[in-house]
């Protein structure tokens, strides 16, 4: 609702009627919006109201058969979709933001009876069976309200149509929303297991690119020529060109042997495995374009997840260091408090990292946030740029024999 004052121009000091002009209401879009969802509450309420006496008192009757408690279970499935259909049309009119309930997770099997008592326990369908039966006193009472006030009351209409809305916001959000605690972390995981999928999947493709346009090509060269080289020795040509042959051959072995090794440092470096994080980012900053300071202050090892991530995060920040920051020096410190490992990536260079930067960042933030994590960037323009990750600590399990 919203007041339009008409426009006056200052009056002389000598008259006394310069005095505040009368408001005048007006009606706009979000009023009548009001105004409709509060008319369309009665034939709402009446449909859910039948709905549940017929359903959910049908059901209990017949608990004493068979057919009881699943058609309690259809019930309660179908005011799900009443749900839906009443967060629609608060959001359409009334503009309440309501996220959408997780689905029940039903088609991982498990069989009959323990998916009938996921169904039988669902909140979100005894939340809007609730709703829905204590909705038809209230919306005979907004229907009249408004219907009257529309031809009696009008020019208030307008406050009146905003405190009955205002109720029927506090009700959604309230009954509709998911607001326990555990669905929005289902809603969280979900997401988390999209992008650890993807992950995944990147570094799949990754990998499978990396040996096909590297060592495997390297191998197919150096197949061809011990080939050539082994039908001139068939042929009786033992000279310098054979010579010459396998000493390229033997060249070839070299490197693609080091790119092997390049590339399964890039999977999982052996030193992180076998000596911790200290020994493998001291490793990463020797490979730094920048002079890195490393500190690691752990008196014990992480789990091997938690490990990983760590080694790949600053692995990736350092290459960031080195092509982009144009920094004189860097420094990396790494530490526990209480449940938490912390890592801060500093240095001395320009500046400006964002997120959106098109430098790994953003993938870094979903990666430490699909395992509870943080990623925190601190870069003004100018610099210097400090970015401090931090990851759920879990100990480290012992090896099975």
């Not at 605690?181 to 990396?210: F, P």
Request: glycine content about 8%; proline content about 6%; charged content about 25%.
């Amino acid at each position: 609702m919203t007041e339009n004052f008409p426009a006056s121009s200052p009056a002389p000091a000598d008259r006394d009627d310069d005095r505040v002009p009368p408001p005048r209401f007006a009606y706009d879009v979000h009023t009548w919006k009001e105004i409709a969802h509060l008319l369309a509450n009665l034939p709402m309420s009446l449909l859910g109201f039948v709905y549940v006496a017929t359903t959910l008192f049908t059901s209990a009757f017949l608990t004493v058969t068979v057919i009881g408690f699943p058609l309690l279970a259809a019930a309660l499935m179908g005011a799900r979709q009443l749900g839906k259909l009443e967060r629609a049309r608060a959001r359409k009119l009334l503009g309440v933001r309501v996220d959408e309930p997780s689905p029940l997770p039903l088609r991982g099997g498990g069989g009959f009876f323990p998916q009938l008592w996921l169904m039988l326990k669902d909140p979100v369908g005894w939340r809007t069976i609730l709703y829905d039966f204590m909705r038809l006193p209230w919306g005979i009472l907004t229907f009249v309200i408004t219907l009257t006030s529309l031809f009696v009351l009008w020019p208030v209409l307008p406050f009146i149509a905003r405190g009955l809305a205002g109720a029927d916001r506090a009700m959604v959000r309230g009954l509709l929303s998911p607001s326990d605690e555990l669905e929005r972390r289902i809603a969280e995981l979900e997401s988390d297991r999209g992008v650890v999928v993807d992950t995944a999947a990147a570094d799949l493709r990754r990998i499978e690119r990396d040996l096909h346009d590297g060592a495997q090509a390297r191998l197919v060269n150096l197949a061809m020529g011990l080939g050539l080289a082994k039908e001139k020795l068939l042929e009786g040509q033992a000279d310098e060109h054979v010579a010459a042959m396998v000493e390229e051959a033997h060249g070839e072995v070299k490197l693609a042997l080091q790119e092997l090794r390049d590339l399964a440092r890039g999977i999982h470096p052996a030193v992180l495995t076998d000596r911790g994080l200290d020994a493998a980012l001291s490793a990463v900053a020797s490979r730094c374009t920048v002079p890195v300071q490393v500190t690691v202050d752990l008196e014990s090892r992480p789990a091997e997840a938690i490990e990983g991530i760590a080694y790949f995060t600053v692995s990736e920040l350092l290459q960031n260091v080195s092509k982009h920051s144009g920094a004189t020096s860097a420094s990396v410190d790494v530490w526990r408090t209480e449940e938490r490992l912390l890592i801060q990536v500093g240095d001395n260079g320009r500046g400006g990292a964002r997120l959106d930067g098109g430098t790994g960042m953003r993938g870094l933030a979903e990666r430490l946030d699909a395992v509870d994590g943080l990623f925190v960037i601190e870069s003004p323009r100018g610099g210097p740029t400090l970015i401090t990750a931090e990851l759920p600590w879990r100990d480290r399990q012992p090896r099975r024999a």
